[in-house]
């Protein structure tokens, strides 16, 4: 059980183009998810938290009009980075928080941007 | 602020020695500590938490809120514990509960 998908696992893109994830909570509801960003060999940097219904919260120094993110649906929360560029490229992972306020995380998406 | 701190960035034990992965935290409040896994590969995922006071796969941690530490512990390493091993503190912050975590310390066991 507790099981958060994402979709895609990988994408390659263009500078100047927009790409959208998608974190999936496949078996239980959540009413908040989390999006972080991940720089190789380092730890996980929050960037906003979810809810559903409700405009997501950004972390200081993140750029809520480059990361939208969307939390239409109690299973689906969106992370779209818009107009990419090459400093963008990174791994992003989301969590939704299940029983007992624990996060669940999904298995990330790194996303390179040429 | 709530910050955690992991020390070590690389721990490299032999198979069947003890391994002690070492935490620890700053927060005002009362916080809630987690030790997360993350397998070669695979997703992050949640080891144990402090609230729960079990051994999950060997391992234990045990709150001390007098030296704000939260070490993982295990008696015997096994060669599958090698991962990369996040400690983790929840905490309100920015109205919510957030999870902060340490940088991390990449556990290697060695046969």
């Known amino acids: 059980g507790a099981v958060v998908s994402q979709h895609p696992s990988w994408v390659i893109c263009k500078s100047g183009t927009s790409v959208k994830i998608e974190c999936r909570s496949l078996?239980?509801?959540?009413?908040?998810m989390f999006w972080y960003r991940q720089f190789p060999k380092q730890s996980l940097m929050l960037m906003a938290t979810?809810?559903?219904?409700?405009?997501?919260?950004?972390e200081q120094g993140v750029e809520k009009d480059k990361f939208l993110i969307n939390h239409a649906s109690l299973t689906l929360s969106t992370l779209t980075v818009t107009s990419a560029h090459p400093e963008d490229s990174s791994f992003y992972i989301c969590s939704a928080v299940g029983f007992q306020e624990t996060q669940y995380f999904g298995p990330g998406t790194r996303l390179l941007v040429l | 602020a709530q910050r955690v701190t992991q020390p070590e960035k690389l721990l490299s034990v032999f198979k069947g020695a003890p391994v002690e992965l070492k935490c620890n935290y700053s927060y005002s409040g009362s916080p809630e500590l987690f030790w997360y896994v993350q397998y070669s590969r695979q997703r992050l995922q949640l080891l144990l938490r402090?609230?729960s006071r079990e051994s999950i796969k060997g391992f234990t941690a045990d709150l001390n809120k007098g030296e704000t530490s939260f070490h993982l512990k295990k008696p015997f390493a096994q060669e599958e514990d090698s991962a990369m091993y996040y400690c983790a503190l929840s905490g309100y912050a920015g109205g919510g509960n957030k999870l902060t975590f340490g940088t991390g310390t990449q556990l290697k066991v060695e046969l």
């Open positions: 078996d239980f509801q959540a009413t908040t």
């Open positions: 979810s809810n559903e219904g409700s405009k997501a919260t950004y």
């Open positions: 402090h609230i």
